[in-house]
Each structure stands twice: as structure tokens, then as C-alpha cells.
Nanobody
Framework: QVQLVESGGGLVQSGGSLKLSCEASGRTVSSYVMGWFRQAPGKEREFVASVSWSGGRLYYANSVKGRVTISTNNAKNTVYLQMNNLKPEDTALYYC??????????????????WGQGTQVTVST
């Protein structure tokens, strides 16, 4: 069993920055691939970024590439999502997720076994 707790969301002006955190717990969490997803009202949950604890499986959605950085602190079992130059279209509930085995692509939400409760990011104009 893996537990994921996100934090760091909030309200920010367009062009601003936020750093989201996801603290993971569980006996074998270090073997999982970690991902960030987001879901805006009325839209499907979409992939943002992924990374493994060894630094592999590093991918970004085209919509955030160049503005977002995913990273890990293995000692703290924490995954971060640094978001810069935020835009109103980045407004969404952001979820952290963990996948034990990825058979296709880390961009596929159905590959993930565990999810956090989400943290809200709101970007104002």
C-alpha cells in the first residue's frame, strides 16, 4: 500500500510560480514510478509529468514543457513539481500518482495504482 499526500497549491497571478509537493509513504514506494496529473472542471484528467526515483522515466506534457520541472528527494520520499510562468489554463486540481508497473506509457493515467487527494492550483489573470 502506498499513501500520497500533496501540498503546495494555491492562488497565484498569471506569470507566477508554485512548487507542489507529494509525500509518499509505503514499504516499497521507491520502486514506483511517480506522476503528476491535473484535472480542470469539466475536463479529463491529464498527464503533466513523470519521474522514477532513480531519475528515469522523465517526461513532460507538451503543454507544460519548459515551464515545469519534476524532481525527487529520495531521503524524504517526496516528489516535487516546480511550476513557473503559470497561465490561467494551468488552473486545475493537481494529483500525485504512483505506478508499480508501467506497461505502456507513464502518460496513461490507467497505469497508476495510487492517487493522492489533490491540491488546487488557481491562476488568475
Amino acid at each position: 500500500q502506498v499513501q500520497l499526500v500533496e501540498s503546495g497549491g494555491g492562488l497565484v497571478q498569471s506569470g507566477g510560480s508554485l512548487k507542489l509537493s507529494c509525500e509518499a509513504s509505503g514499504r516499497t514506494v521507491s520502486s514506483y514510478v511517480m506522476g503528476w496529473f491535473r484535472q480542470a472542471p469539466g475536463k479529463e484528467r491529464e498527464f503533466v509529468a513523470s519521474v522514477s526515483w532513480s531519475g528515469g522515466r522523465l517526461y513532460y506534457a507538451n503543454s507544460v514543457k519548459g515551464r515545469v520541472t519534476i524532481s525527487t528527494n529520495n531521503a524524504k520520499n517526496t516528489v516535487y513539481l516546480q511550476m513557473n510562468n503559470l497561465k490561467p489554463e494551468d488552473t486545475a486540481l493537481y494529483y500525485c500518482a504512483a505506478a508499480q508497473v508501467v506497461e505502456t506509457t507513464t502518460e496513461d493515467r490507467y497505469e497508476y495504482d495510487y492517487w493522492g487527494q489533490g491540491t488546487q492550483v488557481t491562476v488568475s489573470t
